[in-house]
C-alpha cells in the first residue's frame, strides 16, 4: 500500500517524467561526472585513471567502462563525515540505508552500488584490496547476509579522490568485483598540509558531531616523503522513537523508552601514506591505517512487566533489578588496521610492483543496561559479548609494457600478474552470563561451540591486452584464473571496445563473466541468540540459532556447502563531448547472477525439528543459515552530464545532472531442501526475495550546482530518491514508500591565503519519510516509527559549520 509522508513533503513525481526529464537535461543542461573536477589550462574536463586499466595516461573520456572521480573537495562538499554517506550523496547508483535496531548492523552499515549485495562491490585502496569487515548483517536491513567492506573506517581526511569504475571486473581484480569496484586514492607528497574543526546537529537538537580531522606531509631526506592523515569525531545519538502506549500498566506508560536513530559512535583513525626514490629504478612505498570507532547503539526497549506464564491475563514484573523497564545498549568497539608496502619500477621496458598487504578488522560487543533473564535477581547488568575478526594477506606481483604494433595506431599495453591471498576469520565467546540459559537480553553472546578460527587460501594468476587499434577505435581483454582451497577453481574473462564516430561522440561497451567466492563468514557465521519475528500478526521473541553450513544442526535443515556466484556482465554507453565544457554519458548495463547467496529465511520450527536439534544441544525454536538460492538479473542505466560556465574572471559555475534507474529481477529459484518441504517450511522466503529486488529505490536522480566567485563559493544538491517496498511474507503488510525529494545547500568563504569557513543546512525543507504502518505490529505500537530502509534516513534537516585552514 502507498504512504503518505508524515512530514512535509514535495509532490511525487512518476518515474517516466524523471527519466525523460533527465534525459532532456543531459543534451541540454549538461553537467558532471559526480565531481566538479580542476580543469587544466589547456585541456579538457577529464582526468587520468588508474582504476580497470593498466595502460598510461588513460582518461576518463576514453575508458571502455563507466568511471566517476570524487575529488577531495566534492567528499568535503556535504556535512556528513562518514565516507558511505558522502557517495551515496554523489553516486546516483550507490545506497546506503542507514540500519538502527540491527544489532551489530547500527555500527558497520553496508552501502550497496546498482541495488545489488554489498560485498558484490570490491573495495580498494591505491589499488590495493582491502579486506572485509567482520561484521554479518544478519537482520532485517538491506544487505542482510552481506560481510562487505567497512567504508566508514576509512576517514576523509586522508583522502585524495575516490575512482568508482560501474562495471564488472572480476578478470581484472578478482572476486567480488560485481558490481563494480570503489579505488580510494589516498592523499601524497610532502608538501602542503590543512587541519580543519566542525560541528553540527540536527533540527531536533540531536545528533550533535564534533570533528577534527587534518593532513601533514613530510620529506623524507631529498627522496622521499611521508602524509600522515587523522580524524577524530564525537557523534551522538538521535532518537524518532514514539511514546510507549503498549501497557497502562507500565510504570512508563506513555513516555519515549525506545531510542530510534544513529548510535552513538566515536571513531578515531590515523592514515599514513609514503614513499621512498632508492634509484632511479626502484621506489619503496608505504601506506597503512590504525583506527578504533566506539559504538553505542540501543536495542529494544524491554517492558518492565511481561504476561504470566501461569495466566495470560496477568502480568509480572520482568526484574527487580529494572522495575521500569529497560533498555539495553550494544556498546562495540571496532579496531581497523592495515599496512601495505612494495617495491615498484622499471626494468627491461617493464613497469612492476611487487607487494605485500596485511590487514584486519576486529568487532567486540558488550552488553549493559540490560540482564539475562533466566539468572534472575543474580543476573549481573554489563556482559562481555565476544567478538568477531577478518584477516586477509596478499602478496601481489604485477608488471606492464608497451609493445609496438605495426598496424596499430597505438602501443598495445601488455600486463600480467600473480596474486596469493589468505582469509581467516574467527569468533571469540563471551563471558558465561552473556550465553547461559535464554542469554543477555538485547545481544546473546556468542558461546564457546560458536567459538574458532577458519582460513583458506587462494591463488591467481592474469593477464591484460589493451590497445588503440586505430585512431577510432580502442579495445581490450582481460583473462582471470584464480584457485581457492576451499571450492576450487574458476576463471574469469572481460572483453570491451570503443569507437569514436567523431571527436565528439563514442559509442562504448563490455562483455565480461565475474564470480564471488562465499565469503568465510558466510561459511562459518554461528551464533544462537534472540529474535524478534512477525508470527501471527504479533512481533515476538523467539531463540534463533544462526548455523554454519557443514554443521549438524545446518544439514538437519537442508543445508549444502556454498558455491561461488558466478556472474555475466554487459553493457553499452555512449559518450557526448561536444566542447570541452560539456560531457555527457549514457550507459545501459545488465548483470546476471548466478547461485547468489541469500541468508535464508528465520525458519520457525514445529515440535519435530526442534527435537532434532535440541538433540543437538541446541535448544531453538528457529533456525537460519546461508544458501545459493536464486540466478538473479539485474537492469539499469546511469545518466551522468557536466558543464561547465566560465564567468569573468576565474569566476565559474559547474552543473551536473545524473540518473540512475535499476530493477532486479529473480531468474530462478533453487529447489527447496525436502527435509523442510515435509514440515511445511520454505528455505527462501516471500520476503528474502523481494528484499533483494524491490526494497531498494527504483531510481535516483540528482541536480547539483557549484557557484565560484571571488573568494565566495555556494554548493546546492537537489536529490530524488525513487519509491521502494519494505515486504513482509504476508503481501498484505508490505508499505511502498512515494518518491522523496532532499536538498542540500552549503557556502564558503576564504580568509586570506590559508583559511576557509563552511555553513551548510543538509535536508533543508526537513524530510522524512513516511511513517511505518501499524498493520502487524511492524512498528513497534508507534515506538519505531520509521523504516530503517529509507534511503536517507530519518534524522531531518541538519546544520553545521567546518573552520579550515590550509599551508
Known amino acids: 500500500m502507498s504512504s503518505s509522508t508524515a512530514r512535509s513533503q514535495l509532490p511525487a513525481l512518476p518515474v517516466k517524467t524523471v527519466l525523460a526529464a533527465s534525459l532532456i537535461a543531459c543534451f541540454s543542461l549538461p553537467m558532471h561526472v559526480q565531481a566538479q573536477q580542476e580543469l587544466p589550462a589547456e585541456g579538457e574536463l577529464q582526468s587520468v585513471v588508474v582504476t580497470g586499466t593498466f595502460a598510461k595516461n588513460r582518461r576518463t573520456i576514453d575508458s571502455e567502462s563507466p568511471i566517476d572521480i570524487l575529488t577531495s573537495r566534492d567528499l568535503q562538499s556535504t556535512g556528513s563525515g562518514e565516507l558511505a554517506t558522502v557517495l551515496a550523496r554523489l553516486l546516483p547508483s550507490l545506497n546506503f540505508a542507514r540500519a538502527t535496531g540491527a544489532d551489530a548492523s547500527d555500527a558497520v552499515r553496508p552501502a550497496q552500488l546498482r541495488g545489488l ?7 580498494l585502496v591505491n589499488g590495493k584490496r582491502r579486506y572485509t569487515s567482520a561484521v554479518v548483517n544478519v537482520n ?6 552481506s560481510a562487505p567492506v567497512d567504508l566508514n573506517a576509512i576517514p576523509l581526511a586522508a583522502i585524495d579522490h575516490v575512482e568508482v569504475l560501474r562495471d564488472g571486473a572480476a578478470a581484472q581484480y578478482g572476486s567480488d568485483a560485481i558490481a563494480g569496484v570503489i579505488n580510494i586514492i589516498l592523499k601524497k607528497g610532502a608538501a602542503g598540509g590543512d587541519i580543519e574543526v566542525g560541528y553540527g546537529q540536527t533540527q531536533e537538537r540531536d545528533g550533535k558531531q564534533k570533528s577534527i580531522k587534518g593532513s601533514a606531509g613530510f620529506a623524507l631526506g631529498d627522496d622521499g616523503w611521508v602524509r600522515v592523515s587523522a580524524e577524530v569525531a564525537e557523534r551522538d545519538p538521535t532518537n524518532r522513537a514514539g511514546a510507549d502506549f503498549r501497557n497502562p500498566l507500565e510504570p512508563r506508560y506513555g513516555k519515549v523508552n525506545q531510542r530510534y536513530g544513529d548510535p552513538e559512535s566515536k571513531p578515531a583513525t590515523v592514515f599514513i601514506n609514503s614513499e621512498y626514490h632508492i634509484n632511479d629504478d626502484v621506489d619503496w612505498y608505504a601506506f597503512g591505517n590504525y583506527g578504533k570507532r566506539d559504538t553505542s547503539a540501543a536495542a529494544t526497549w524491554r517492558t518492565a512487566l511481561i504476561a504470566d506464564p501461569n495466566n495470560s491475563k496477568l502480568f509480572v514484573q520482568r526484574t527487580p533489578l529494572f522495575p521500569e523497564g529497560f533498555l539495553p545498549l550494544q ?6 588496521q592495515s599496512i601495505v608496502t612494495g617495491l615498484r619500477g622499471e626494468a627491461a621496458g617493464w613497469r612492476w610492483d611487487a607487494s605485500i598487504n596485511y590487514g584486519s578488522n576486529k568487532f567486540e560487543l558488550d552488553l549493559d543496561n540490560t540482564v539475562n533473564q533466566s539468572l534472575g535477581a543474580a543476573s549481573p547488568t554489563h556482559f562481555y559479548a565476544g567478538s568477531l575478526k577478518n584477516e586477509q594477506t596478499v602478496l601481489n606481483l604485477d608488471a606492464a609494457r608497451e609493445f609496438p604494433v605495426s598496424y596499430f595506431t597505438g602501443p598495445l599495453t601488455v600486463a600480467v600478474g600473480a596474486e596469493a591471498r589468505h582469509e581467516k576469520y574467527s569468533i571469540g565467546a563471551g563471558d558465561a552470563a552473556s550465553y547461559t540459559g535464554g542469554g543477555s537480553q538485547g545481544f546473546a553472546g556468542f558461546r564457546p561451540a560458536n567459538a574458532g578460527s577458519h582460513s583458506r587460501h587462494n591463488e591467481s594468476i592474469y593477464v591484460n591486452l589493451e590497445a588503440e587499434a586505430t585512431k577510432n577505435l580502442s579495445g581490450g581483454v582481460a583473462l582471470r584464473h584464480e584457485r581457492y582451497s ?36 558466510q561459511q562459518y557465521y554461528t551464533i544462537t541468540t534472540t529474535n524478534f519475528q512477525v508470527i501471527n ?10 548455523f554454519a553450513v557443514n554443521t549438524p544442526q545446518a544439514r538437519s535443515l537442508g543445508a549444502q556447502d556454498l558455491k561461488p556466484e558466478k556472474a555475466r556482465n554487459y553493457s553499452l554507453g555512449l559518450q557526448f563531448q561536444p566542447t570541452r565544457n560539456f560531457t555527457t554519458t549514457v550507459d545501459a548495463y545488465r548483470i546476471d547472477i548466478d547461485n547468489r547467496i541469500l541468508f535464508s529465511a528465520n525458519l520457525v520450527l514445529n515440535n519435530a525439528l526442534k527435537n532434532i536439534l535440541a538433540a543437538q544441544g541446541t535448544p531453538v525454536g528457529s533456525g537460519r543459515y ?9 537492469e539499469g542505466v546511469d545518466i551522468v552530464s557536466t558543464y561547465r560556465i ?19 529481477t529473480v531468474q530462478k529459484i533453487a529447489d527447496n531442501p525436502a527435509i523442510l518441504t515435509a514440515n511445511n517450511l520454505k528455505l527462501i522466503d516471500r520476503q528474502s526475495i523481494d528484499r533483494i529486488t524491490v526494497a531498494s529505490p527504483k531510481d535516483k536522480f540528482s541536480l547539483a550546482a557549484d557557484y565560484g566567485f571571488g573568494i565566495w563559493n555556494v554548493h546546492g544538491l537537489v536529490t530524488r530518491y525513487g519509491s521502494f517496498t519494505v515486504p513482509q511474507n ?16 552549503s557556502g564558503s568563504v576564504k580568509l586570506g591565503k590559508n583559511w576557509r569557513l563552511v555553513a551548510g543546512i543538509d535536508n533543508v525543507t526537513n524530510r522524512y519519510p513516511a511513517q511505518v504502518t501499524s498493520n502487524g505490529n511492524l512498528n513497534v505500537n508507534g515506538t519505531q516509527p520509521y523504516s530503517i530502509f529509507a534511503p536517507n534516513g530519518f534524522n531531518g534537516r541538519y546544520y553545521y559549520a567546518k573552520a579550515g585552514y590550509s599551508w
Not at 549485495?117 to 573495495?123: A, F, H
Not at 500478526?537 to 544462526?546: K, L
Open 730 to 745: 504476508d503481501v498484505k503488510l508490505d508499505q511502498t514508500y512515494d518518491p522523496q525529494w532532499v536538498l542540500d545547500v
Open 626 to 634: 546461508f544458501t545459493n538460492a536464486v540466478d538473479t538479473r539485474t
Open 117 to 123: 549485495s554489498p560485498d558484490q562491490t570490491l573495495v
Open 537 to 546: 500478526g504479533n512481533n515476538t521473541a523467539i531463540e534463533t540459532g544462526t
Open 331 to 336: 556498546n562495540s568497539t571496532l579496531t581497523d
Open 140 to 145: 532485517g536491513s538491506l544487505g542482510r547476509g
Open 646 to 664: 566560465d564567468l569573468q574572471e576565474k569566476d565559474r559555475l559547474d552543473l551536473t545532472v545524473a540518473y540512475n534507474h535499476n530493477k532486479s
Open 486 to 521: 576451499d571450492f576450487g577453481s574458476t576463471t574469469s574473462a572481460k572483453g570491451s571496445a570503443r569507437y569514436s564516430f567523431t571527436d565528439a561522440l563514442s559509442l562504448r561497451g563490455t562483455v565480461s563473466s565475474g564470480f564471488r567466492a562465499p565469503s568465510l563468514a
